[in-house]
């Protein structure tokens, strides 16, 4: 079963541009993680975010968690064609830390040049 | 250094037959993990090795699934009398161990088709 949702499940955008998706989860989290894949790189770790964080900030990335709303959201600022692949936010099992990810469907993100 | 591998990169079976999928963590990693992922679907948990015991098996779909880790680092994940359903890209990870806030490194998964 998916424990997080990303909306929207697909963005298209110009380059230069600022991309925002938002993920939902279920359930209490240890920390929440987003992670991007394409078909040159596979499934790669941008960010981790921890549940007693707020926002935290990586390169052109910026994370937000709100865990009253249990909703997490991906800033990218200005947008290159490098950018485009699908996004995915991912929570632990089980709320424990380093046990299995539980992803959401993602979402998928074109950048235009 | 090496990053996590996976073989085959793609693999065809028919319907009936039994595959395995063979995972090569990154040396010195002593978690690893398989995950599933259907077109269109986000990477879905199966089971995860802290050594070589299963700490988590609880996502494997049934007992057709099986997977092991003899000696902590290469894993092979076994599926037997395959289904059309099975078809998917599974993807391996390993992170440093379980049980804190280690990152997962993704290898670049065998897409496995079923006919």
């Known amino acids: 079963s998916q424990q997080g949702e990303e909306d929207p499940q697909a963005l298209s955008i110009q380059e230069g541009e600022n991309a925002t998706m938002n993920c939902s989860y279920k359930?209490?989290?240890?920390?929440l993680q987003w992670y991007r894949q394409n078909s040159g790189r596979g499934l790669v770790h941008l960010i981790l975010?921890?549940?007693?964080?707020r926002e935290k900030h990586s390169g052109r990335l910026r994370v937000t968690l709100d865990t009253s709303k249990k909703s997490s959201s991906l800033l990218i600022t200005a947008s290159r064609a490098a950018d485009t692949a699908s996004y995915f936010c991912?929570?632990?099992?089980?709320?424990?830390?380093?046990?299995?990810?539980?992803f959401g469907k993602g979402t998928t993100l074109s950048v235009s040049s | 250094g090496a990053g996590v591998s996976q073989t085959p990169s793609n693999k065809v079976t028919e319907k009936g037959k039994y595959v395995e999928l063979r995972c090569d963590p990154i040396?010195?990693?002593?978690?690893l993990y398989w995950y599933r992922q259907s077109l269109g679907q986000g990477p879905e948990f199966l089971i995860y090795?802290?050594?070589?015991?299963?700490?988590?098996d609880s996502g494997l779909p049934n007992d057709r699934f099986f997977a092991v880790r003899p000696e902590g680092s290469v894993s092979t994940l076994k599926i037997q009398r395959t289904e059309r359903g099975d078809s998917a890209v599974y993807l391996c990870?390993?992170?440093?161990?379980?049980?804190?806030?280690?990152?997962?490194?993704f290898g670049p998964g065998t897409r496995l088709t079923v006919t």
């Open positions: 975010i921890r549940s007693n964080e």
């Open positions: 040396s010195g990693h002593t978690a």
């Open positions: 090795f802290q050594g070589t015991g299963a700490a988590d």
């Open positions: 991912a929570t632990d099992k089980y709320g424990q830390a380093g046990t299995a990810l539980i």
């Open positions: 990870a390993s992170s440093l161990m379980a049980g804190g806030l280690y990152e997962q490194y």
């Open positions: 359930t209490s989290i240890n920390n």
